[in-house]
């Protein structure tokens, strides 16, 4: 969440979990607390019936304090959601020089034989994940783009800070999956010829920074991913092909599951959403000066 002034009024930003950042303005503020709508959404997909949220936040040493009212159009909803937060640091006020930074030994995430190390994120969603054949894969009946689904995600027991990762990962034509850089910044799974392209498109850190080509290969052929995450700025190579630069990452992106920058977080593969293989998975966390 963020708040800033635009004619004289608040402007908000705020995201839960998949659902978009706004900006939605203030309909109220007053004594410390802003009030405001977010967008309302379908209880159910061609549900003729829409779930209204009301936002009421405000900060009580130095912590935000709010609380986020649901109804249903129809009456059948009536729900109350309690939330706090922390303000983060701010971004630094230059990029990392990564000519100086050193890298630790690269660590195997994935040992081709079994998910040691890695467990689902959700335990009441159904595990799709297997290892088959040195390949870490995601089976699931899911074909088309919708942001969640009944199959679970998976994550690392561990957690990391800064850190190079590669990942080689297979998407067939017309699906999607997504890593999380620390639990926080997907960078996007589509083959090249995806419906989502530019800031959704390959190479993106979703909704977040669009890369400067689009570098990906067509879908159902194997495809390279080497990401560096130094003081909260992406450096994004696909396939060989540098598509983004060292660039800041403002905020987590959707479907995030960490959402402080200061701390460590997993890595995080979607797979509620299509089918998707994983290979070659190795990290190398930073261990020197920045």
Known sequence: MSVAEQDGSPL????VYIGPDG????TEAANGRLKFQLRRHRAAQGSDVFIESA????????KLHGVITRTATDGSVNERTRFTGKRIPPMPQSPPNLSKVRFGLPILLFNG??????RPHESDKINGWSAQDGT???????????????HANL?????????????????????????????????????????????QGPGAIFGRIAPSTN??????????????????HVTVVLNGVKVINNQPIAGPTAGAIYTDPSAPGPIYLQGDHTAVKYKNIY????VGAR
């Open 136 to 150: 870490l894969v995601n089976t699931t009946p899911k074909t088309d783009f919708s942001a969640t689904g009944d």
């Open 12 to 15: 908000v930003r705020m995201r």
């Open 215 to 232: 570098a990906g290969k067509p879908g159902g052929q194997w495809q390279t991913y080497d990401l560096t995450l130094v003081d909260r």
């Open 55 to 62: 936002v009421d936040v405000g900060i009580a040493n130095g």
């Open 113 to 118: 034989k079994d998910l040691s190390g890695w």
């Open 155 to 199: 994550r690392t027991e561990a957690e990391f800070e800064d850190f190079w990762f590669h990942v080689e990962f297979l998407i067939e034509e017309n699906r999607n999956s997504g890593i999380y850089l620390s639990g926080m910044y997907e960078a996007q799974v589509v083959d090249r010829d995806s419906r989502m392209q530019g800031i």
């Open 23 to 26: 900006p939605y303005s203030a």
């Open 283 to 286: 990290l190398a966390p930073v």
